[in-house]
Nanobody
């Protein structure tokens, strides 16, 4: 199974930006589609963004579209989430997840078998 480690979270003010990173190891990175999910206290884990194996296709939750950008660097086995115009409602633990490339497009957390431990993002008003 792939190993995933997120970094880049922190405490910011509304309107600020953060860039999350997720380092992938243990499998062939370019064989996997990657996604970001988040989970706020008392809420279910929700899909944020996904990217296909080569980076040519992305999809986003409506709540983050036009504010967040997912990207990947296959040479560095890393996926990124650039988060701009952050809002208090973006506060959550952010997780990266991997799925074999042919399953790109799913937004169901239950479909993903490989997860990181998460990184906390807190946005103050």
């Amino acid at each position: 199974q792939a190993q995933l480690v997120e970094s880049g979270g922190g405490l910011v003010q509304a309107g600020d930006s953060l860039r999350l990173s997720c380092a992938f190891s243990g499998r062939t990175f370019s064989s996997y589609a990657m996604s970001w999910f988040r989970q706020a206290p008392g809420k279910e884990r929700e899909f944020v963004a996904g990217i296909n194996w080569g980076g040519s296709s992305t999809h986003y939750a409506d709540s983050v579209k036009d504010r967040f950008t997912i990207s990947r660097d296959n040479a560095k086995n890393t996926v990124f989430l650039q988060m701009n115009s952050l809002r208090p409602e973006d506060t959550a633990v952010y997780y990266c997840a991997a799925i074999l490339g042919q399953y790109y497009g799913t937004r169901r957390a239950a479909d993903f078998r490989s997860w990181g431990r998460g990184t906390q993002v807190t946005v103050s008003s």
